[in-house]
């Protein structure tokens, strides 16, 4: 076997690949003399069939079609091991020559992973938030709660509606006077009145509305309007009907209460270090997110690369999809402006990941650090935690291949970043809960 390697571009590689004859000409012959017994073709008996007539067969060229396949794989392989080469995904392969008699010739046009030369980590500079949560911040939490579970209901039939209220309304929409706009054509639906969802002034034009009261008015969309695509600077014409008028009724805190989050015994004070304790694993999880994208951003800005372009494509399609199914029972326009996504649209995205994963993969292999097994089945737990049945959960994770791929990358990813932080240069904010579940 010979082999060319070129640098087309970058990244790109090309192998031109030329394998004897003889190679190629003898495995088909091989390969023919093992089933001639069993070939059958017009004029003579199974078996019986002169070798010469079978080389000129349909099952001399099914013959060759294999042996050229498994040549080309394995000559391919063995020319990327001489040269010590790390294809980035499949390769495109072109045969220029295939005859009987003569050699071999194709080439294969790749491309490969980019060399990562890691930085200094110590010179990386992190800022990590410090806090303590409060009996103040818990406080707040526990209202927060309580507003999370109100409840809508009616108000009397003279009220006019306010900021404080949620109204049950039924819309027709237009834009440039006669095409519906049929993301705001609907009937009983529940808006509350201090938000701004549907568009910028609606409920402006709402403001002391009465159940049973109809009011028509326009809007224009402002210029960087994202709620729904085509709208951006037209003009919307609206008929409003409103339904019902309804205040919110914030529960008390009593068993039933507690019982919603998982408390079945005990009181305020059982609750209220529930509450806690949640608070501080949110905060734990904030926090070294927070250092982790720090740690993340200081990789990539350290170690530009270029990337592979096949790879980009794979990961930029992934992506997409992914961001799709996510999607799907989200509310109809949010599906409809998602719906218009392409691969395209993710593909920084996708160059970010697979950057950041070459550097990963550096510090990895050059630092000799090891998968913490430990830490894998703690994670396997804590997820599992989350689910009905844990133990269920913790099973499928354990034997689905997929499944444990992502959790241990995940773990090793952790090792990593707190491998790196033990080098760079740690700095503390001393800040409060609420600064803190916003730093990030």
């Known amino acids: 076997m010979r082999f060319l390697l070129e640098t087309t571009d970058g990244l790109k590689r090309r192998l031109k690949i030329t394998v004897p004859a003889d190679n190629v000409d003898q495995q088909v012959k091989k390969r023919l003399q093992k089933i ?21 067969s349909q099952h001399a060229v099914t013959a060759r079609a294999q042996v050229v396949d498994e040549v080309m794989q394995s000559s391919y392989s063995d020319a990327l091991k001489e040269n010590d080469l790390k294809p980035a995904g499949q390769g495109d392969a072109d045969i220029t020559t295939n005859e009987q008699g003569k050699d071999l010739e194709f080439t294969v046009n790749f491309e490969v992973y980019p060399e990562i030369s890691l930085q200094d980590l110590s010179t990386i500079e992190i800022e990590k938030p410090e806090t303590e949560i409060t009996e103040n911040d818990v406080d707040k939490m526990i209202e ?37 706009i049929e993301e705001y054509c609907f009937d009983n639906k529940l808006v ?10 609606f409920y402006e034009n709402l403001k002391g509305a009465k159940a ?16 729904v695509k085509g709208l951006q600077g037209k003009c919307g014409a609206f008929t409003v009907t409103v339904q019902k008028i309804q205040k919110s009724e914030i529960p008390e805190l009593n068993e039933e209460f507690f019982k919603l989050y998982g408390i079945e015994e005990g ?29 993340w951003k200081h990789l990539l800005q350290m170690h530009p690369t270029s990337l592979p372009e096949k790879l980009v494509q794979a990961e930029s399609q992934r992506l997409c999809e992914q961001h799709k199914m996510n999607w799907r029972y989200q509310p109809l326009n949010a599906k409809k402006n998602n719906e218009d996504l392409s691969a395209t649209d993710f593909v920084k995205d996708a160059e970010e990941a697979l950057h950041l994963n070459l550097i990963i993969n550096e510090v990895v292999s050059t630092h000799n650090l090891k998968l913490d097994n430990n830490r894998v089945a703690e994670k396997i737990t804590q997820i599992a935690a989350s689910y009905e049945n844990s133990e269920a959960f913790s099973q499928f994770c354990e034997q689905n291949n997929n499944m444990l791929t992502e959790i241990k990358n995940r773990v090793i990813t952790e090792q990593v970043a707190e491998f790196i932080l033990e080098k760079a240069q740690v700095k503390t904010k001393e800040c409060s809960y609420e600064e803190a579940i916003l730093f990030m």
């Open 36 to 56: 001639k017994g069993r070939i059958r073709v017009d004029g003579f008996r199974a078996g019986k069939v002169p070798f010469n007539i079978i080389m000129q």
């Open 144 to 180: 927060h709660l309580r507003q999370q579970q109100q409840k809508w209901v009616d108000t009397d039939e003279d009220t006019g509606a306010e900021a404080e209220h949620a109204v049950v309304i039924n819309c027709n929409a237009t834009v440039d006077g006669e095409e519906p």
């Open 212 to 227: 049973g009261e109809t009011r028509t008015f326009n809007l224009v969309f402002p210029d960087d309007f994202g709620a």
């Open 267 to 295: 009181n305020g004070e059982t609750f209220r270090t529930e509450v806690k304790n949640n608070m501080e694993r949110e905060l734990k999880y904030i926090i070294n997110n927070t250092v982790y994208g720090q740690i």
């Open 192 to 201: 509350l009145m201090k938000s701004d969802m549907i568009a910028p002034g």
